[in-house]
């Protein structure tokens, strides 16, 4: 075991963790010249489009008779559950900081993931080669904003491999080698699965204790199911190295042939099916949805190919959650839960890529808090869930700690969007001469509306933000209900702040008005509060001259065919049905507050 290095990457979006894994990968001459591509452990083609990781990636190394196990991990705040599953099975961290950004929101975050489980952390300078690097200011922010010692931090260029080969030896000389009792009854950790169209479900693994070898017959512990085991393997950057045991302190793939996906959860246990362990390894915590969403395929026969795909997608990022919903507006489909605004356009287009589906996803919403007059408290993550108005005595809605690195000259331009979210500030800091990091709590339901967006544009895309979520407040909240041709869309349904309700709903069916096309009779859109109308746009019917036959002659023969018009546009309005176009469930996204 003193030979191996269990170690994550880990840093903000863009600092540059996928390009050192890639350095790391050709000085250790894991693969040659001819298979080496850009952001080479981003297996999706939407990781390599976007330029972001989205899930973890491990890969075994050897560099000077050491053994390197890497796990590259997603910098985004919606993927920091990945960052955590990494860190539990790692004994080290390269907290990884852009020489000309300097410490960003999710390089606090992630470096105090890091510091909770225990980890030793190693600072690396990237992007030196840059004009505009200044690492000596770097190392400061870090020292006096996280409190980690960069005596021994490596200033690197992961770009043009400038200190890679000084990193590795740093690697090897200061990150610990694992520990555990080599004879012990085996313990080992699932930190990621995922599911192969011809192997089935395939666990990712980190001993802790004892060894697992091929044909052994093991113990899923919380499921409590038996298998054996089929194969194992090393992994590696382009493919799996066949081995017949992994020992304490070592990482593995684990074939065990199931095809039930649910048989294998992240965070269980495998130990020995003869002498099982008494304890699991406990140091794992499940991902939480905090956003949810409904998700209903184009056609209704396509209800199942979807529920198979959200199982083997759950089988690959466990922080997904969903159950069956149905809707008057779009049928049957699942509420499915997300981390984040992000997650949740990944997993659909995922859906839509890797499983052939043609899908609608609703406007995103939270879980409150409802307390009844009936002395109830239900958990509603879905606006028409909500009880009617008489028996709601209160609703509460969860709030997060949200931080926000800004330069000082767009102080202004944070506070005024905050205070616009209905954020109470809890603490403001210098951090030098020219960043501020403001500490506030903020409504979850706001910051996933288009809260990043405008952090984004009015910062000129400087500001970084990070949250973590703290607790249920009270709050004056009501159900913003969207009326198409006098029928309730359920699925465009909001809850809302009451104060917030009216300019919501204007800007809502002025949307709408955009969107929907119109139809041989006016179509109302109104958006109402229980039975109270507060906004209403229509879209005018599409015209017709049905007088142009009419040549000449008495008035009343014009007259009698436009009261004929009039009556049959009548019977249509009672009777006609509206079409909307997904885009209309996708412009609750992109109101104005």
Request: charged content about 25%; some cysteine.
């Amino acid at each position: 075991m003193k030979n191996i290095r269990n170690f994550s990457i880990i840093a903000h979006i863009d600092h540059g963790k996928s390009t050192l894994a890639d350095r790391i990968i050709e000085e250790t001459r894991a693969v040659s010249g001819r298979q080496m591509k850009a952001q080479l452990l981003d297996g999706m083609d939407i990781e390599r489009e976007r330029g972001i990781t989205i899930k973890a990636q491990s890969v075994r190394l050897t560099y000077k008779d050491h053994i390197l196990n890497l796990i590259d991990t997603p910098g985004h705040v919606d993927f920091s559950h990945e960052v955590s599953k990494s860190l539990i099975s790692s004994e080290g961290a390269l907290l990884v900081v852009d020489a000309t950004q300097g410490v960003q929101a999710q390089t606090i975050a992630n470096c105090y993931m890091a510091i909770e489980n225990g980890v030793e952390i190693l600072p690396v300078i990237n992007k030196i080669d840059l004009p505009s690097s200044d690492p000596n200011r770097v190392k400061k922010e870090i020292e006096s904003v996280i409190g980690v010692d960069c005596s021994n931090a490596k200033l690197v260029s992961a770009k043009s491999g400038i200190g890679i080969s000084e990193l590795l030896d740093a690697i090897v000389e200061f990150i610990p080698p694992p520990t555990g009792n080599t004879k012990a009854t085996p313990r080992a950790l699932i930190y990621d699965s995922w599911f192969d169209n011809y192997l089935g479900a395939l666990a990712l693994v980190r001993v802790f204790d004892g060894s697992l070898k091929k044909g052994q017959k093991i113990l899923v512990m919380a499921s409590g199911k038996r298998h054996e085991i089929n194969a194992i393997y090393y992994p590696h950057p382009i493919t799996h190295i066949d081995t017949d045991e992994i020992k304490t302190g070592e990482i593995g793939i684990v074939v065990l042939g199931i095809k039930t996906v649910s048989d294998v959860r992240v965070g269980d246990t495998i130990t020995d099916s003869a002498r099982p362990a008494k304890e699991p390894v406990a140091r794992y915590h499940e991902a939480k949805s905090y956003v949810f969403a409904g998700i209903y395929p184009f056609e209704t026969e396509q209800f199942e190919p979807l529920r198979d795909a959200l199982e083997k997608l759950k089988m690959n990022d466990s922080s997904i959650s969903f159950t069956p919903e149905t809707s008057v507006a779009l049928g049957f489909g699942f509420r499915v839960g997300f981390l984040g605004l992000l997650h949740m356009e990944v997993v659909k287009e995922r859906l839509e890529r890797e499983f052939g589906l043609e899908l609608i996803a609703t406007a995103p919403s939270v879980t409150y808090e409802v307390d009844t007059t009936r002395g109830e408290t239900l958990l509603i993550s879905n606006p028409t869930a909500l009880p009617d108005v008489g028996l709601i005595a209160e609703i509460r809605e969860p709030f997060v700690r949200g931080a926000i690195i800004t330069p000082s000259e767009f102080v202004g331009n944070m506070i005024s969007l905050l205070n616009n979210k209905r954020a109470a500030q809890e603490k403001m800091e210098y951090i030098g001469s020219d960043r501020v990091i403001l500490i506030y709590a903020i409504p979850l339901n706001e910051v996933i509306s288009d809260f990043y967006d405008k952090m984004k544009s009015l910062s000129k895309g400087y500001a970084s933000f990070d949250y973590e979520p703290i607790e249920y407040r009270a709050g004056n909240l009501v159900k913003l209900d969207i009326r198409v041709a006098g029928d309730i869309v359920d699925a465009l349904s909001l809850i809302v702040d009451r104060a917030k309700a009216e300019s919501r709903g204007r800007e809502l069916v002025g949307k709408m008005k955009e969107l929907i096309d119109r139809q041989l009779f006016e179509v109302a859109i109104q958006a109402s509060i229980g039975g109270k109308v507060i906004a209403r746009e229509t879209v005018k019917s599409v015209g017709k001259n049905v007088t142009a036959k009419c040549y000449g002659g008495d008035i009343t023969r014009k007259r009698k065919l436009l009261e004929k018009q009039k009556e049959g546009k009548k019977r249509m309005k009672a009777i006609g049905k509206v079409s909307i176009p997904q885009e209309a469930f996708l412009a609750v996204l992109k109101i104005e507050n």
